[in-house]
Nanobody, 138 residues
């Protein structure tokens, strides 16, 4: 079975750093887009960062310059290095694996991630981890 498992969440002070890890199994790294999504209480789930199978990366405007996504193919692991953390980064972070551009629907506006987390396409064609909590205090 295809699985992803997050680790590395926890608590940090504003301005601090955390690194999230996502270990995959049963998922071919080549040909898969890997992503980190997050959801805070009372907020919509949304994409934080994507490492596409073509090597391109995406970052939400709110994390640009602070977060870095990377891959270790030898260990089937994706990382999210989070620096200069802000209280608004507090959320549950999910690792998501899917086929190329699973995060985009041409029928929707925009060029970035535009598939809601609860969209049937997202539910059917992606693998999600259980999530890891990140809490940033001031």
């Amino acid at each position: 079975d295809a699985q992803v498992q997050e680790s590395g969440g926890g608590s940090a002070q504003a301005g601090g750093s955390l690194r999230l890890s996502c270990r995959t199994s049963g998922i071919p790294f080549d040909g898969s887009d890997m992503a980190w999504y997050r959801q805070a209480p009372g907020s919509e789930c949304g994409a934080v960062s994507i490492f596409a199978s073509d090597g391109s990366t995406y970052y939400a405007d709110s994390v640009k310059g602070r977060f870095t996504i990377s891959q270790d193919k030898a260990n089937n692991t994706v990382y999210l290095q989070m620096n200069a953390l802000k209280t608004e980064d507090t959320a549950k972070y999910y690792c998501v694996a899917g086929g190329p551009r699973f995060w985009h629907l041409d029928s929707r506006p925009g060029t970035g991630p535009n598939v809601p987390c609860n969209h049937p396409t997202m539910i059917k064609f992606t693998v999600w981890g259980q999530g890891t909590q990140v809490t940033v205090s001031s």
